[in-house]
């Protein structure tokens, strides 16, 4: 149930999706993709992450993880699908600039997609409150949702070439 993260990277890492159900940062699946659709002005928007991330990079604060969860958050848990933002794992792989695409190694064959489709996708770890077990650890969504309704599944490995 892990993932490697390798290849034309600085620092390769092991992904755990089964932890990630305590990260504050998961989505839920559906407003994951409803953001998106609901983006107006992207120029505005670009101005507002770029500036969230000088703040966040500026006071080095990290987004709080293994907090607590509260008897409502446990029940939400058990009945939303949840996916998490792959930007931040990528991040601190810290992919090399001469990187050209990343190669999804799944139990069929292996699918090629740009650095940028990979930085801004998501990973599916939790169904309705379950672990992708069958055909897990995760599926990915792009982040435009242009896959919503057929995700890459069964991803064992990203290999950065």
Known sequence: MII????????PITLDPTVWIFD???IILEEAFQKNANEANPQENDFQKQAEIFEQE???I???VNRS?????KE?????SYVMPIKDFINHAEVNQDAVRAILKTNEDDIVI???QLENAYLLFSLKGKPLNESGPVHLYFGDGSNKDCPIKNIKQIMIE
Do not use: A, C, H, W
Request: glycine content about 4%.
């Open 69 to 73: 969860i509260n008897k409502f958050e």
């Open 76 to 80: 939400k848990i058990l009945v939303n």
């Open 24 to 26: 504050d940062r998961k």
């Open 58 to 60: 500026y006071n080095s």
């Open 62 to 64: 990290k987004p709080p």
């Open 114 to 116: 740009t650095i940028e």
């Open 4 to 11: 490697q993260l390798k290849g034309n990277v600085k620092f």
